[in-house]
Nanobody, 115 residues
Framework: QVQLVESGGGLVQAGGSLRLSCVVS????????MGWYRQAPGKQRELVAR????????NYKDSVKGRFTISRDNAKNTVYLQMNSLKPEDTAVYYC????????WGQGTQVTVSS
């Protein structure tokens, strides 16, 4: 069973940056493709970025391409999401999860971007 703990969210002004972290335990992290998701109020959870187990392949939702970067440190069982040029529409609770062996959702981390 995968356990997930997200952190790094906060309140920033439009154009600002945040770096989210997700520590994963309970599985062989390096074999798990991982994803960052977000859920805005009244909307469904959506996948915004994904990364392969080795970190060599990444994919992004069109609206975050060029602004967000997903990465991972397999030695630390951690996946990151660097978010630059943040926009108010990026406001959401951000979650990570394994795409290979999804676990129960963590508590997420709130990102609020003010205009």
């Amino acid at each position: 069973q995968v356990q997930l703990v997200e952190s790094g969210g906060g309140l920033v002004q439009a154009g600002g940056s945040l770096r989210l972290s997700c520590v994963v335990s309970g599985s062989i992290f390096r074999i798990n493709a991982m994803g960052w998701y977000r859920q805005a109020p009244g909307k469904q959870r959506e996948l915004v970025a994904r990364i392969s187990g080795g970190g060599g392949t990444t994919n992004y939702k069109d609206s975050v391409k060029g602004r967000f970067t997903i990465s991972r440190d397999n030695a630390k069982n951690t996946v990151y999401l660097q978010m630059n040029s943040l926009k108010p529409e990026d406001t959401a609770v951000y979650y990570c999860n394994s795409l290979t062996l999804p676990g129960s959702w963590g508590q997420g981390t709130q990102v609020t971007v003010s205009s």
